[in-house]
């Protein structure tokens, strides 16, 4: 039995990773439609989530927190102060809080929402189909039945990794959250440099999506070393060889590590910013 059968889901900032999760988790059949409550402030936008999914949908925050059992927050981290405003006095002990918000730590949500039962998490876009990659980390209070719920709806849209160590998430969001930018950069790369060759755009786009994609489930199913892949297909003085030799001395592998680097850095800017500006004062939060 699922661990959030009987549980309702409460999504706070309705937007396309809510959607995500909403859909990922009916999908699933984890929940049935009713268990799911969305709150959105336009209405054509929760006439769209309930004529899509056939869940209930509200206008208030608060409304929708009230007697959910797992609320989903999923909206801009700048907006955590307003919202946590809205949903504070919502919150219980026993709902489990599980934010999708990038570099929002687990310590500002706790201070901003008054609450100690949250999971921070990091998807990234290929959750939309199901084929995400989210790693995610709960606070102490938070029980062994919230985290089997956490898992079974990050589940739902792709691989999940519980860590133990919050670090790993802000880690996690400069590779696997952020990543999906980089492939689709090398992708538009070589998409053009096709086009550039004489091949029609549309032809280059398919020739470039099916062999990344191709590769991706090469590497994927032989578990083996990037490396061992690379030296099967690079024979002396061959093709691959001069194009690796170009993208060495264009520092590529430098160039990918100093992004990396830049998205882990601006992730843990992000999370300092947050705290800062939702620590409490005289015990009452921002």
Do not use: C
């Amino acid at each position: 039995m699922s661990p959030l059968a009987a549980r309702t889901i409460a999504t706070v900032g309705s937007g396309v990773m809510a959607e995500a999760i909403i859909a990922g988790v009916l999908r699933g059949r984890l929940v049935e439609p009713s268990q799911i409550v969305a709150s959105h402030p336009r209405a054509e936008r929760r006439e769209q989530l309930a004529s899509a999914h056939g869940i209930r949908t509200v206008a208030a925050n608060g409304e929708a927190v009230d007697g959910a059992d797992v609320v989903i927050l999923a909206i801009k981290p700048q907006m955590l102060g307003r919202v946590a405003r809205d949903i504070r006095p919502h919150l219980r002990p026993g709902q489990l809080v599980l934010s999708v918000l990038a570099g929002a730590t687990t310590r500002a949500l706790t201070s901003a929402l008054g609450h100690d039962q949250v999971v921070r998490s990091m998807p990234n876009t290929p959750a939309r189909l199901g084929k995400g990659m989210t790693v995610w980390y709960a606070t102490p209070e938070a029980t062994v039945e919230q985290r089997a719920q956490a898992a079974a709806l990050l589940g739902a849209l792709g691989a999940q990794l519980e860590v133990d160590d919050e670090k790993l998430v802000a880690m996690a969001t400069a590779v696997s959250g952020t990543g999906p930018t980089y492939v689709f950069l090398v992708m538009e790369a070589l998409i053009d440099a096709a086009v550039h060759l004489g091949f029609a755009r549309h032809v280059a786009h398919d020739l470039v999506i099916e062999t990344l994609e191709g590769s991706t489930l090469f590497a994927k199913q032989s578990g083996m070393h990037p490396a061992e892949l690379r030296n099967m297909v690079t024979s002396p003085g061959g093709t691959s060889a001069a194009a690796l030799h170009e993208l060495e001395s264009g520092r590529l592998r430098t160039v990918l590590s100093e992004a990396v680097w830049a998205a882990f850095r601006r992730t843990v800017e992000l999370g300092d910013q947050l705290e800062a500006a939702l620590a409490p004062e005289d015990g009452k939060p921002r």
